[in-house]
């Protein structure tokens, strides 16, 4: 039964409508209006093929069918209309990213679910938070800082950096902003790389504006999930805090975004829709003429350029709050001071941690790397353990479970016995560090200091990341050893050494971004030293001290690095320079790959402008036990790419075996 319309519908019983569903291919489909209208943006339920499918009302139709002879549409959901400003924002992303708009829509009407008022049960409710609450009081600088966010509101579009130190208070004056939004009557998205979703943010919210932001990210209920997305659709979350995902969450009026840490690689979707959350946020905002807000002590090169062209404006804060230091970073050259043979931590490093220990603070010791040893072979034939279905190495996790898994595909098998290439025995040795080694390493040294692990599988979900951190703000750990995971937003006041056990890590490969993303980790992991009144110290472990990226850490010289980069960038007329798409082609049968690669590469486009590499098999050649190859197509800024892309695949024919997918703006090349 269809819920009565409040206005008179735009399209009476009987017309014809365009209806986009959420599945992978197609626009909109023509269906007929029932008995009481409808209206662009309406959510209902409609009849595709012999199943019944939520989607959203378009636009009139378009097809040649008479009416008569189209299916009408079953119901309309109680739920808020999509807004014209979110519709567009579909079709906008759709037309960038090269993906279905339906594609698209699916990511938007994430939680079928949560289309119509629960039957039962008790609903989530979300106090709204306190504007008027007062924060701390600010800085110069960051009264400053906040005045110009502030000031940007009411005052349509716009983007604003807030260039800060880590520490600098960046947060809190994004705080400000956030409250002036919501004076306004506005909703307000914060959206957080995932890994930095932590409690510790949450509650700091809480405690500034009396109530928790509704939360969005991968670790929800069902029923929160359900919930938070009527919550934000009926305008009764007021402020979500979320991965990137939330930003398709259908916001009744949105009014400012924030994205924190706005470098992170972890804003980029790399499956489905390939789409880029910061980038998006700021289309998002531009079609819904409100402020974005991007903060980050290590701006990307992508976003400092369109600071540079004035497209965006800048915020700056030089130094830490309340007079805090910036650490001191020193180089230790592996060559010079190497740790004992089969060990990772070198004489100098020992030392600082002996010191630190020593007057009770705490350390963090840094490698991006999980498990205890990223490589097995045999120490008879040289043989090494392989994923069946990936082009990778088996790593070796100890631990209570220990096993080989494969950090691509999650194929998991234990340690063989005998080795698979020439039978001997118990040959195996474990080469190089994971940090479960590393921890193995610091507990043989220091005995007595309590060493903890903080990895993506040592600590489940946003509720043990959270305990963890309760755990090392309270000071129940010496030495915390980690991944990226702790590398981010965290404030731990007691830690004041800070060891990286291979700077040289995220250097290896070809990757475009390999130097400025190495800069920007490290930069944050060193961030994490010192931040309270102890000054803090950061130990580079490194075989190369000579490196660019090694250099400007340990001299502090960020803007000095970017330049050098950019100019790099600039001459080879890449991103942000010029534009850069990968077309990856993949299948379970390498042939039926290798001849679509062979089709498209006939059908490349000849413009002069633009510049199609490959198909070369992707470094990851088997991924899933999918073959993979690539395509890498380059052009000016000026050059329109999508509509180049996809004229150029629409002149191959598909082969259903065969997947093809299209990552505009690619931030990995694997
Ligand atoms: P950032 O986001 O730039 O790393 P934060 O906003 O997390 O910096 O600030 C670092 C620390 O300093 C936090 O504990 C924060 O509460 C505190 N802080 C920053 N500015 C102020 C201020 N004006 N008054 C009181 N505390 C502040
Ligand atoms: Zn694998």
Redesign the pocket.
């Known amino acids: 039964m269809l819920t009565p319309t409040a206005t008179v519908p735009s399209y009476p019983p009987g017309h014809r409508v365009s209806v986009l569903l959420p599945v992978a291919v197609g626009a909109g489909y023509d269906y007929r209006a029932g008995d009481e209208g409808l209206s662009d943006g309406d959510v209902v339920t409609v009849p595709l093929g012999p199943r019944v499918v939520s989607g959203v009302v378009w636009g009139p139709g378009s097809s040649d069918l008479p009416v008569e002879r189209l299916r009408t549409v079953l119901a309309r959901h109680d739920c808020p209309p999509f807004s014209p400003e979110m519709r567009r924002f579909i079709d906008w992303v759709a037309a960038y990213t090269l993906g279905s708009p339906g594609a698209v829509l699916k990511m938007a009407l994430s939680v079928p679910a949560a289309l119509d008022p629960r039957a039962k049960g008790k609903a989530l409710t979300f106090v709204p938070p306190d504007p008027h609450q007062i ?5 110069d600088d ?1 009264q400053r800082a906040a005045d110009a966010l502030i000031a940007a509101q009411g005052n349509g579009f716009s983007v604003t950096l ?1 260039d ?10 994004y ?1 400000e902003a956030i409250a002036a939004a919501l004076t306004k009557g506005h909703q307000v998205l914060v959206l957080l790389p995932e890994i930095a979703l932590s409690v510790q943010g949450l509650d ?1 919210f809480a405690a500034r504006f009396g109530a928790a932001p509704a939360a969005w990210h991968s670790g929800l209920s069902d029923g929160k999930r359900r919930d938070t997305w009527r919550a934000v659709a009926k305008g009764e979350a007021r402020v979500v805090v979320g991965a990137r995902s939330a930003l398709f969450l259908p916001f009744a009026d949105l009014g400012l975004i924030v994205v ?1 840490e706005e470098h992170d690689g972890a804003f980029k979707q790399e499956d489905g829709v390939h789409y880029h959350a910061r980038d998006m946020a700021v289309v998002r905002a531009m079609l819904g003429e409100f402020p974005v807000i991007l ?1 980050t ?1 290590t701006p990307s090169l992508e976003t400092l350029a369109n600071v540079q062209a004035g497209r965006y404006r800048r915020v700056h ?1 030089p130094d ?3 007079g ?1 230091v910036m650490p001191e970073i020193a180089i230790v050259d592996l060559r010079r001071f190497p740790p004992k043979r089969g060990h990772w931590l070198s004489p100098p490093l020992i030392l600082a941690l002996t010191e630190t220990l020593a007057v009770g603070e705490q350390a963090m010791l840094f490698l991006n790397r999980r498990g205890y040893a990223p490589l097995t072979l045999c120490r008879a034939c040289g043989f090494r353990l392989q994923c069946p279905h990936c082009t990778a190495w088996l790593v070796e996790h100890r631990g209570s479970r220990p096993r080989l898994m494969c950090h691509h595909c999650g194929h998991v098998s234990p340690k063989p016995k005998a080795c698979p290439g020439c039978g001997a025995d118990d040959a195996f040795v474990s080469c190089g560090p994971g940090v479960e080694r590393i921890a193995e390493e610091a507990s043989a040294l220091f005995p007595e200091a309590r060493v903890e692990i903080m990895a993506s599988d040592t600590v489940a979900g946003v509720g043990g990341a959270a305990d963890f951190v309760q755990r090392v703000t309270a000071r129940e750990v010496d030495v915390l050893i980690g991944t990226q995971i702790v590398a981010k ?1 965290h ?1 731990f ?1 007691w830690l004041t050494l800070v060891g990286v056990i291979d700077a040289d890590l995220g250097l290896e490969g070809g990757d475009l971004r390999a130097g400025e993303r190495t800069h920007q980790l490290l930069a944050q992991v060193a ?1 994490r030293a010192g ?2 009144e102890r000054p803090g110290r950061v130990m580079l472990q490194t075989f190369q001290p000579d490196h660019p990226v090694i250099r400007a850490l340990a001299a502090n010289d960020r803007d000095g690095f970017i330049a050098e980069e950019a100019e790099q960038r600039r001459a080879a007329g890449m991103p942000p320079f010029g534009r850069l798409a990968a077309v990856i082609v993949s299948g379970a049968n390498a042939d039926r790959v290798d001849t679509l690669c062979r089709a498209l590469a006939r059908a490349a486009p000849d413009d002069p402008g633009l510049s199609v590499l490959g198909p070369a098999p992707a470094p990851m050649a088997l991924l899933r036990g999918r073959h993979r190859r690539r395509f890498l197509v380059k052009a000016p800024r000026t050059v329109a790419l999508q509509t180049a892309l996809r004229d150029w695949l629409a002149r191959v024919p598909a082969d259903g075996a065969v997947r093809v997918q299209i990552d505009v703006d690619p931030y990995s090349f694997f």
């Open positions: 924060g701390p009081i600010l800085s960051q807030v800060g130190v880590t520490g600098s208070g960046k947060t809190e004056v705080f700091r924190d903060a002590a804060l830490r709050h309340a805090a937003g404030h006041p961030g931040r309270a």
